[in-house]
């Protein structure tokens, strides 16, 4: 019920491409949930993160995507760029109560590749 | 600047030794975590913290253990109970608890030889 999982786990992408990196999550408590990107040699950062009261959030070339009823949510990296090489993480926390509140639980990790 | 300190990055130790990972933060923040990476598994919770003098378990404890004396301090030890330490450990903070933006350290890369 804690698991988020993410597909795929290596993209690759020509450059202006779309990336899609894609998420589910079985526990209903969940009702965070941010993107982290993670260039190699440190820490992720956060990218974007959307609550379940909206289906869509853009920032820039970056889109959340939501479907609360199907337990699903994804990143799309328009005009995807050779700068956006990076490891994507999806996260999901639970809202107020109980001692897990406000632990991310990640999902496994996109490696992501542009070609120039 | 503000930022999480993490040292060292890399580190080796031989097996059955004790390894302590420093992590220091100047951004006031009041909860503190641990995770480790490996590849394809992600980020697993170690422990958090989010008071001075109080931590919790995450979801992978066995074998580490923490302390949190400080505010700005929260240094992971990994004992040699740990049965599998070589890892990406990464510390990170965040203002409060509940949902919000963790901000994380560059990360320090122990192997166990």
């Known amino acids: 019920q804690q698991q988020v999982k993410q597909s795929p786990q290596s993209l690759i992408v020509q450059k202006g491409g779309i990336s899609i990196i894609n998420c589910a999550y079985e526990n209903t408590a969940f009702d965070y949930f941010p993107w982290y990107q993670q260039f190699p040699g440190k820490g992720p950062a956060l990218l974007i993160a959307i609550r379940p009261d909206v289906s869509e959030k853009k920032e820039g070339r970056f889109t959340i995507s939501f479907n609360k009823s199907a337990k699903q949510f994804s990143l799309h990296i328009m005009d995807s760029q050779p700068g956006d090489s990076a490891t994507y993480f999806c996260?999901?926390?639970?809202?107020?109560?109980?001692?897990?509140?406000?632990?991310?639980?990640f999902g496994q990790g996109t490696i992501l590749t542009v070609h120039p | 600047d503000g930022g999480i300190t993490q040292s060292p990055k890399y580190l080796f130790r031989k097996e059955g030794q004790n390894v302590t990972l420093s992590c220091e933060q100047n951004l006031n923040h009041d909860a503190m975590y641990w995770y480790r990476q490996d590849p394809g598994q992600g980020l697993r919770l170690i422990y958090y913290s989010q008071i001075v003098n109080d931590f919790q378990k995450g979801d992978i404890a066995e074998g580490y253990s923490v302390s949190r004396e400080k505010k700005e301090s929260f240094p992971l030890t990994v004992t040699s109970a740990q049965k599998n330490p070589t890892a990406f450990y990464l510390c990170a903070s965040s203002r409060g608890t509940g949902p919000r933006e963790l901000f994380f350290g560059e990360g320090s890369r122990l192997t166990v030889l």
């Open positions: 996260a999901a926390s639970r809202r107020a109560g109980g001692t897990s509140y406000g632990k991310l639980t």
